[in-house]
T-cell receptor, first 114, second 113 residues
Framework: ETGVTQTPRHLVMGMTNKKSLKCEQH?????MYWYKQSAKKPLELMFV???????ENNSVPSRFSPECPNSSHLFLHLHTLQPEDSALYLC?????????????FGSGTRLTVV | SQQGEEDPQALSIQEGENATMNCSYK?????LQWYRQNSGRGLVHLNL?????REKHSGRLRVTLDTSKKSSSLLITASRAADTASYFC?????????????FGKGTKLTVNP
């Protein structure tokens, strides 16, 4: 356990479903991140929250909707996804934003859209 | 772009040998970080080297940074089968550069017993 917990570990969903990914950290970090990792591609930064405020939104389609209710929790709400959205979704946290400190990652959620 | 680019993309060695992975980047940086990822899992931080540092050691790991060449290397000495994983460099921008942490595509290391 790294201190960043992601649930569920695996998720299979249809294109018309609505689901949410959850990330939780109890490291006292004040920045949290969502990354998407697809095969043979670099990690893609999706969203950044610093002090519970969204500071980055890298042209992510609106079918992905993040939520950060407090500094320990981060959600990624999913609806009407496409098969190309199948990937490993990684949550990370750090002591500060921007990247002046190292990130602690969760184990990821393996998402399959059918 | 600031993105780090690892080289080689894949590396296969025998247990006991040393493994060297390289990373090149394009813009000025504040620091450069190395991470390891076991198959299908999250990334684990290995080392952070600041732009004013040239070398750092941690156990069997040695990281170097050459800001004049915009490159870094990760050396794993006396490799073990358990070192099999993907290794990523990530850069955080310096003045005038993007401050977010940007990852490369990674080097897939296989250590054969």
């Amino acid at each position: 356990e790294t201190g960043v917990t992601q649930t569920p570990r695996h998720l299979v969903m249809g294109m018309t479903n609505k689901k949410s990914l959850k990330c939780e950290q109890h490291l006292g970090h004040n920045a949290m991140y969502w990354y998407k990792q697809s095969a043979k591609k670099p990690l893609e930064l999706m969203f950044v929250y610093s002090l519970e405020e969204r500071v980055e939104n890298n042209s992510v389609p609106s079918r992905f909707s993040p939520e950060c209710p407090n500094s320990s929790h981060l959600f990624l709400h999913l609806h009407t996804l496409q098969p190309e959205d199948s990937a490993l979704y990684l949550c990370a946290s750090s002591q500060s934003y921007p990247g002046r400190r190292h990130y602690t990652f969760g184990s990821g959620t393996r998402l399959t859209v059918v | 772009s600031q993105q780090g680019e690892e080289d080689p993309q894949a590396l296969s060695i025998q247990e006991g040998e040393n493994a060297t992975m390289n990373c090149s980047y394009k813009t000025s940086i504040n620091n450069l970080q190395w991470y390891r990822q076991n198959s299908g899992r999250g990334l684990v931080h290995l080392n952070l080297i600041r732009s004013n540092e040239r070398e750092k050691h941690s156990g069997r790991l040695r990281v170097t940074l050459d800001t004049s060449k915009k490159s870094s290397s990760l050396l794993i000495t006396a490799s073990r089968a358990a070192d099999t994983a993907s290794y990523f460099c990530a850069t955080a921008g310096g003045q005038g550069g993007s401050e977010k942490l940007v990852f490369g595509k990674g080097t897939k290391l296989t250590v054969n017993p």
